[in-house]
Each structure stands twice: as C-alpha cells, then as structure tokens.
C-alpha cells in the first residue's frame, strides 16, 4: 500500500467507506463478517477508515456503523485514521439553539460507539440552510482545540463554501462524489484544494459499482435498503448508454493485469495528488480488490491516453452540479443515503 497526504493526516492512498456494512447495497451481512473484512482490509495496508452516525438506521439503529466500525479498528486503533461525520437536523436546532453544544453532544456520542477519545477527522455531512459554513467552522475550531478532533471537513460541498469555511478554520478534507462519470469537482473544487493543501475524498469513487464491469442491464438490486435503486445511472437505459465507457476502462485493465474497477481508481490516483477515495462495499472480496488498486502501475502516458478517451464520452445520467446534490438531512434526506 501507498500512503499519501490529507493536509496534516498521512493515510492510505485508498480507504475503505464502511457505510455498506450497515446501509446502502441492501441486507447488510453479519457482523462478524464485517468486522472481518474491516481488519482484513488494516492487513493489506489501509489505515484510513470512514463512517458517519446515520448508516445503519434504516435497518438497523441510528449509530449502529460507529459501533461495528469501532469494534472492529479496537485492536489497532491508534495506527489509523477514522473519519466520521456529523448530521445536524432540525430537531437539534428546535431543541437547542447553542451550536457548539450540538455538535459537541453528537460528538460524544459518536465517540462513545467508536470506543475511542478522539477522532482524526470529523465532517459535516450536509450543509443545514439555515447555519452559516463559517459557524460550523467555527465550532470544529473550538472541538480541535479540545483536542476531541484531529481535523475538520466537508462533504458535498462547492468551492465557495469550502473557502468560507477554510477562511475560519482551516479544512483538512472534502469528501465529494467524484469517479470518471462525475466529474463536476474538476471544475472548481480540485484546483481551490490543490491551491489550499486540502484532501479531496471522493465517495462513489466507482459509481456504485458501475465502473466494476459487474452491474449490466440484467442487474436487479435489492429491495431492502439498496441506494443503487435510486441512481439515475444504473437504470437500464443509463446502464445501456454508458456501457461504451465501461468497455474503455475494460481494455486498460486487460492491458495492466487489473480489474475495471481497480483502473477507475488508478486514474484518479494518478490524476490528482490530493485525492484518497473511499469506495464503500459489504463485499470482503471487492474490498481487497479495489484496495489493490494501489499496486496497478499506469505510466503517464496510459493515463493521458484513458483521460483524454473519456473527455470524448457523454455520461448518461449525470446528476448534476454538486450544489444539486445538497441535502439538509433534517428536512429532505436524500433517497441515494449517502
């Protein structure tokens, strides 16, 4: 494994979103087999690790992937990096009006289920529209300070909003959906963070397993808990129309003795210095794949080649500018969970 730079945070170049494991691609599995794969995963050389306090209440409780997540990194914990994230709703802001108060109880709630005292890196899940960036800002700087978070982020968020927020304390990471069919962030979030020193943590790095090569047209997805139901790309249509780009990045992992899934995140790796993506899976073996993706030697010129084959494809589906995509999960939590 290769490790890299999140502003003061050394990591694996590649991490594992353990969201799935609790929500999102239908019946979870059994927790010892997640709690497995999570070590497996610190085997192999990943030492960063994402979660958030909401996966896992659709099927199971609010927090319950905190806990499995915390179980699981115990024995090796001070040798990775944890991420998780709070979700400010609007039953927080009608019960209190002190947002440092807020987020310092979600924040020792979310410690108390990851059996730790701190955490590396806490994001914002969403912005509320109804709290200045530069307040959260503002209270992330005051839980640093307590020593309770290592460093602070955002997720799904533009390039004006991450400089307002960085202006008052300073922003380790964004995590924003990014893969070669959304690639939104190139516009203006990648050169503000590459200009800043900040980490870019794309999630869905492999467009929900689109990217893989193993989602076709005849896929049928979950009914239980199962986010790709609701992805404008994986209907059948979409599936169909995209499917000349699946079969470019098929080629390249021909050629480079590796899998499609393992080439879409060589390319970003590639691409950008400042990127650490962390694609999420319930799958042991996907899981140790795509973190093989950090072995796959693509020369400059193969990825000038792949990268410029993609500017000439149109993505079926897209969905849209990031600032779309945002959420207050107080209000309207979106159906695509993440």
Known sequence: MKYRKLRELEVSEIGV?????????????EKSYSVDAIRKAYEVGCTFFDTAEVYGREQFYFGHNEELVGEALAPFRSKVVLATKITITDAD?????????????????????LKTDRVELYYLHRMHESIPVEDVAGVMGRLIEEGLVGAWGL??????????????????AVQNLYSMLERDCEQDVF??????HIGVV???????????????????????????????????????????????????ARNLNATPAQISLAWMLHKYPNVVPIPSSKNQGRILENLGATNVAMTDDEFEALDAALDEYEVAGHRGHIES??????RNWSKEGK
């Not at 997720?155 to 380790?172: F, G, L, M, Y």
């Not at 794309?202 to 397993?209: E, K, N, R």
């Not at 995509?325 to 107080?330: A, E, I, V, Y």
């Open 325 to 330: 995509l945002q959420t207050s999960f107080g």
């Open 202 to 252: 794309p999630f869905s790095p492999i467009a929900s397993g689109l990217l893989s090569g193993k989602i076709t047209v005849d896929t049928k997805f979950e009914e239980t808990d199962d986010v790709r139901k609701f992805v404008p790309q994986l209907t059948r249509e979409n599936i169909a129309a995209n499917q000349p780009i699946i079969d470019l990045i098929t080629s390249y």
């Open 93 to 113: 802001l009608a019960a209190e009006t002190d947002l440092y108060k807020i987020a310092r109880a979600h924040l020792e709630a979310s410690l108390r289920r």
């Open 155 to 172: 997720s799904q968020v533009s390039a004006d909003t991450i400089a307002r927020a960085h202006a008052v304390t300073p922003v380790t």
């Open 17 to 29: 979103g353990c969201m799935g494991f609790s929500h999102g691609y239908g019946v979870a599995p």
């Open 191 to 196: 050169p503000y963070c590459l200009e800043n």
